[in-house]
């Protein structure tokens, strides 16, 4: 480089070594960084950094600042392992300086370094920062009609870009109690997915904005915002969308004391489901309906949903799914047993007694199996029988 009279090259390649160096030095001994190579020791990364790190000093002397730009952005790309992050990271901050100096392309390299900036800052997890690249990156795109590698435009990714931004934005804001200004946000990440183009993503923005709603008290504007989701996941066959905010509406009907109402929607969602042939839609409408006629007591009504939701689920080859479906027939199940089994402890006769010990021997279902067992033949309803020297262990477990 410094024969070829590369004294910046040189330079900026030394200072790139020495940040290297103090990176390791401050992670210290058994750190990831202090097991990887130096710069100096991987020949590969030299010869790329000598390649565009000259042709970038070349065309700057030229006053050729998009082809700066290009050989930087090359390089940011081209550390793209996650050990060579800090070097991405550096070259795209070197091309968002750069990119204020080129006058040649309507601001297009101006844009895409706003994009690539807001996404280091994302990672980071500086969402403010995030948001205001993102927000210049759209403002720059608006009414453009470049477009990505993807066929994306730009306009496009900065719309998804700031939909994602403002949900993550308006997350803190409720994890604070913020409730209107996280509506107000939900509401600019709302707009933003309407621009991406692709229903899910609206969907999803719709059913986040409805949440806002019901953390805010606001439960009539949160049913009709998820009434709009339920609209726009069902064309779309989105069964987890789908389930999300059926599961959302019968959680704010219930609280209401509309339990009539919860069941319509959700008979209505189980309707849906088996149309479109959504087997896990299937399995969550099954759960939910059997969770309500649980709590209610309908015990019978909570098997056979939870009974429904476990067929289903051994369908999808989902092992996880099966077992907690399983567990769920379990508890119905177990509540279902707890009548009979109350009544006959509450009753405090013989012949009860009798029913209990003999369902302890074989487990039995007493609500469909109830047993038969009559008095001793020597022991008549006139004679009073002989205390019991030993109480027997009448734990069902």
Known sequence: ??????????????????????????????????????????????????HFLTRAEAAQRAGHYEEVYDNQLNLAYYFNDPEDKWLSNYFHEQC??????????IRKREAQAHANMGLIKEEQGHVLKAAEYYETFYDLTVGSTWKDVTGHTYNSLASEYLWRIYTLLADKMLENKEH????????????????????????????????????????????????????????????????????????????????????????EFMKAAENAHLSQSQVDACVLLGNIYNERGSYNEACEYFSRAYETAKTLNNLPLVDETKAYCGIAKAHKLMVPFNSHIEAEDLISLKYLLAWKENRSDMCTDPLTVEPDKETSASEPCEPLLETPDLDPS
């Not at 210290?28 to 990887?36: H, T």
């Not at 968002?96 to 392309?105: P, Q």
């Not at 709603?213 to 709009?228: I, M, R, V």
């Open 96 to 105: 968002f300086n750069t990119a204020k100096l080129i006058t040649t392309d």
């Open 180 to 267: 209107q200004q996280a509506i107000k946000t939900l509401k600019k990440a709302l707009k933003m997915a309407k621009n991406v183009g692709e229903m899910k993503i609206q969907g999803e923005a719709t059913y986040c904005l409805s949440l806002a709603y019901y953390f805010a008290g606001e439960y009539q504007k949160a049913l009709s915002t998820l009434d709009t989701s339920v609209k726009i996941f069902t064309p779309l066959c989105e069964s987890a969308g789908l389930s999300r905010a059926y599961a959302a509406i019968a959680k704010i009907l219930v609280s209401q004391g509309k339990a009539a109402e919860t069941m319509k929607h959700l008979e």
């Open 1 to 50: 480089m410094l024969r070829q009279g590369y004294h910046k090259s040189f330079s900026e390649l030394f200072s790139l070594i020495e940040k290297w160096n103090a990176l390791r030095e401050a992670a210290g001994p058994g750190s990831a960084i202090w097991q990887q190579k130096s710069l100096e020791e991987q020949p590969d990364k030299l010869d790329q950094l000598y």
